[in-house]
C-alpha cells in the first residue's frame, strides 16, 4: 500500500462528530480530508450538555479554550416537581463537578460548539474541509478504501485513504452503504427554543428556576429541560412529548397545541412558556438498532451513524466525542492491522454506549413517571444526599478511555 494512503482519513460529515474525529487522527499524525453533504455549516438545534468525559476530551483536542467563552458552567443540576415547581434533588456541578471529575460540565450553544471544533479544524494544516460533497460509493479491504464523492458543481471527487469515518448522523448515508439499516422513530418529539434572558419570557422563566442551573421539570407523560447558554445571555428549553413522525430530518414545524395539551397540568407559570417561549421548533426522535453495524473492511461509523440513541442522559454529543477520540487511539496504536483495529474498538465501545442507552431510558421512565410510581420517584430523589447523586455518576463522568 501506498505510504500515503496508510496516513490518509476520509470523514464523512462536518458535524461534531466528524470534526472531532478530524482532530482526533490529526494530533496523531495523520492526514484527514472532511466531506460535508452540505453547502454550508449551519448547525441545527439549540443547546447541549458537555459532560466531563466530553470536556476532558475535548481539552485534549484543543478545542476547550475555545469554547469556554461562549459556555456556561452550571453550579447544578436541579430536578423539580412540574406540577408544584418544588425542588426534588440537586446534583452539585460546578467547582464541585471539576474537582470529583477533573473536568468540567458545560452547556452551550451547539453552534458554538460547532464554531470552536472548526476554530481548531483550521489551525491544522493536515485537514482539509469540503463542503456541497455526498458520498456516492465506496470500496474497502484490510489496507484501505476508497470512496467518491459527487463534489459541487456536480464534478466527482475520488480518494483514497486507510480509513472512512461515517459522521454523517442518524440519517447516515455511509451506514445504508455497509448495511446497517435505517433508524427508527422513538415516538417522541423534542420541542425546542431559546429565549433572550433578558426577554419577557426569559425574566418570566427565570423567577421560578434557577438561571444558574440545568433544570429539570417532571411530569406525566412529558418533562421539560431548561439551561443557560450564550454566556447566560439566553435560556435553551426543551420538551419532550409523545408525538408522531415528522418528515426525515433534523427539524420541522408541528401544531404547537400538542405541546400546550403535553403541558396543561403544570405549573400555570411553566404552562404559559408553551405559549410564550416560541417560536418552538419540533424535532423527531431517532434511534438506531442497537445491533446495526458499526464496522465494515475499511469503514467506521460513529456517533449517531452508528447508534443514535434518546437525549434523556444528555450524552449524544459526548458519545460522538468518545467514539471519535477512541477511533484514532485504536487505529493509531494498531498500525497495520486496520480490520483488527476496528474489531477492537467496537468491541471496546457497545458495552460503554450500552450501558448509556440504558441510562437514558432508566431516566425517562422516572421523570415522566404517573401515579405511584412518581409518589415513589419523589420520596426517593428528596431523601438521596447531593452527594450520593454525584457518586451514581461517577462512572460516567469519570470515564476515561483504554485501548485493551
Known sequence: MDISRSRQIIVAGAGIAGLAAALAFARRGFSVEIFERSESLVEVGAGLQLSPNATRILDRLGVLELLLPKAVHPQSVILRDARTLTELARVPLGASAEQRWRAPYLVVHRADLQAALLEAVSRLPAIRLTKGAELREFSGDGSGVAASFQAPGGTTADTIGLLLVGADGVWSSVRGLVGGGGSQF??????????????????AFASFASDNAVNAFLHSGSHLIAYPVRGGAAFNLVAFTPGK????????????????????HTAPALARLAEDAGPWTAWPIHTVPAKSRWVASGVALIGDAAHAMTPFAAQGAAMAIEDADTLAAFVADRSGELNAALAAWEASRRPRVAAVARRGAFNHFAWQAWGPVALARNLVLRTRPPEKLAADLDWLYGWEPTLG
Open 245 to 264: 413522525a415528522l418528515a426525515e430530518g433534523w427539524a420541522d414545524k408541528a401544531d404547537i397545541a400538542m405541546l400546550k395539551r403535553a403541558m396543561r
Open 186 to 203: 422513538h415516538g417522541e418529539l423534542a420541542w425546542r427554543t431559546v429565549i433572550q434572558s433578558d426577554s419577557e419570557a426569559g425574566r
